[in-house]
């Protein structure tokens, strides 16, 4: 069950979740560099720039830490 609908959550908040929704299970450090790159406005991702708490709860998906990062975004990949 997802913590926002897409409705409610819009373009920003579904394009980062579908990104980042395999970083638990298939850790990859390019996902973080570009993710830091969008922040700092040097590439674009196809969505809206993630926030510094997004790109920390990618980190925690990366590090296996499903719950800590799920805190952090609105994502709800534990819940999957």
Known sequence: MA???EER???VHTG???YVQDLPSNPNSEKLKDLVLAYCGIIDLGFE???KDYIRGAVE???GNVR???E???CA???S
């Open 61 to 63: 998906y990366y590090k």
């Open 77 to 79: 990949l534990g819940d």
């Open 16 to 18: 980062f979740c579908s």
């Open 49 to 51: 720039i993630p926030t």
């Open 68 to 70: 800590k990062g799920d």
């Open 72 to 74: 952090l975004t609105p």
């Open 9 to 11: 959550i819009g373009k």
């Open 3 to 5: 913590k926002l609908d």
